[in-house]
């Protein structure tokens, strides 16, 4: 898992329960890499996995309910790092079905060994899109919040569902219809 996952996950510990939370879940957690990060690294998903359990434990906050807010950080944070890939949008929804011929390219140029997630697009309409996520990770709550914040940055609201495919999240169908 790349690197700048890492940091933005340890960034938004701190902005959200405070360093002394970001120290406390690094020493408690498995980690080959102690917990040195860099955005341009590639550590191993369980050190992520690790992290996420940590951090429930000690905030008492699901970690599906952690991914997902970190879902909605990462968006922020990214749409930092590369403006210029948000900037070709509009809209939302032309977003959400540009992922796999725009987005993950242009992350694919930057981190080449990165492993990304597939969405594969089953139908869309002028207010809706129907997408099937698949990843071997079951991060399908990061996919969740990452969509959710989408309409948020184009001031817009949406009512996302989500159906489990396989009951570990690795193949999950997302209904997204936009309100108003």
Request: zero cysteines.
């Amino acid at each position: 898992m790349k690197g700048i996952v890492f940091t933005e996950f340890l960034e938004m510990v701190e902005s959200k329960f405070g360093l002394e939370v970001v120290d406390e879940i690094i020493e408690t957690s498995n980690l080959p890499s102690e917990g040195i990060y860099t955005s341009v690294g590639t550590y191993e998903f369980n050190e992520m996995l690790s992290l996420i359990t940590e951090l429930s434990k000690k905030v008492n906050i699901s970690v599906d309910d952690l991914i997902h807010t970190f879902g909605l950080y990462l968006f922020t944070s990214l749409g930092k790092a590369h403006p210029e890939v948000i900037k070709s949008y509009s809209n939302p929804l032309s977003l959400l079905y540009s992922i796999e011929d725009h987005i993950h390219v242009h992350v694919k140029k930057l981190y080449p060994e990165a492993e990304l997630p597939t969405f594969k697009i089953l139908e869309k309409t002028e207010t809706s899109i129907s997408m099937i996520y698949s990843s071997s990770r079951g991060l399908y709550r990061l996919a969740h919040g990452l969509i959710e914040k989408s309409f948020e940055h184009f001031n817009k609201t949406a009512s996302v569902s989500f159906e489990l495919l396989k009951d570990d999240g690795t193949e999950v169908k997302f209904n997204v219809i936009q309100n108003g």
